[in-house]
């Protein structure tokens, strides 16, 4: 994307969409239908995703992340009643310039999100060390119950591999936000090496309590 401002359909959820991340939508509100039908009748089949701060993914009146994800749709496919399914992957960080009205759907002036700096030198090898710990994190949390893989392969490119660990590790939409709006590589590796380090230790501590409660799926 270039660096020049452009004008986005964007779909607020619940949620925080990441780079490599696969995100399925089943869109059956109007609004959401009709910016479906545009984006794809575009040249690119894509949209933005923003985290809802605050309010319902339903209805309007919600507050809006200034910080969202490039959606690319995959594959889409219209139900009879004019629903959709979408299968879309996250591409790339944006930053919302300007709110515009929601006409019929929500749409930002948008501009891209780049890293201010590159990975540190000693970034692969660290990709390593954080990749066991997220296999760590996810036989923990398989013995907690949780559903998911333990298999975990990261990018051997660094930018990506950092939101490729926020979406497999046991973390929240918030904390995910955090990771996507950070700017610095080497700030954003450090952070989701934090993260996991800390899910690692609440998941053991956890373990080693016998607690019984579900964690939820992994990623």
Same mark, same amino acid.
């Given at each position: ?16 969409? *990441?780079?490599?991340?696969? /995100? +399925? ?5 109007? #609004?959401?239908? &009709? $910016?479906? %039908? ?74 891209? *999100?780049?890293?201010?700096? /590159? +990975? ?5 090898? #660290?990709?390593? &060390? $954080?990749? %066991? ?87």
């Amino acid at each position: 994307m270039s660096d020049a401002v452009r004008r986005l359909p964007v779909f607020p959820l619940g949620s925080v969409l *990441l780079p490599g991340m696969i /995100l +399925p939508l089943h869109v059956f509100e109007e #609004r959401y239908r &009709v $910016l479906v %039908a545009d984006v794809l009748a575009a040249d690119v089949a894509e949209f933005g995703v923003t985290l809802i701060e605050r309010g319902s993914e339903v209805g309007g009146g919600d507050v809006r992340a200034d910080v969202g994800c490039l959606a690319r749709v995959l594959e889409a496919a219209a139900t009879d009643d004019g629903r959709w399914a979408l299968v879309t992957v996250g591409t790339e960080p944006f930053a919302v310039e300007e709110w515009l009205p929601d006409d019929p759907y929500p749409c930002a002036r948008i501009s891209s *999100l780049e890293d201010l700096d /590159l +990975p540190p030198a000693d970034a692969a090898d #660290r990709l390593v &060390v $954080l990749a %066991a710990a997220l296999r760590r994190c996810a036989a923990l949390a398989t013995e907690l119950g949780a559903s998911g893989s333990v298999d975990v392969e990261l990018s051997e490119d660094p930018w990506l591999a950092t939101f490729q660990a926020a979406v497999l590790a046991p973390i929240g939409a918030l904390d995910r936000q955090r990771v996507l709006r950070t700017r610095s590589a080497v700030e954003r590796l450090a952070r989701v090496e934090e993260l996991v380090a800390e899910q690692s230790l609440l998941l053991d501590g956890r373990l080693r309590l016998g607690s019984t409660d579900d964690p939820g799926p992994l990623g």
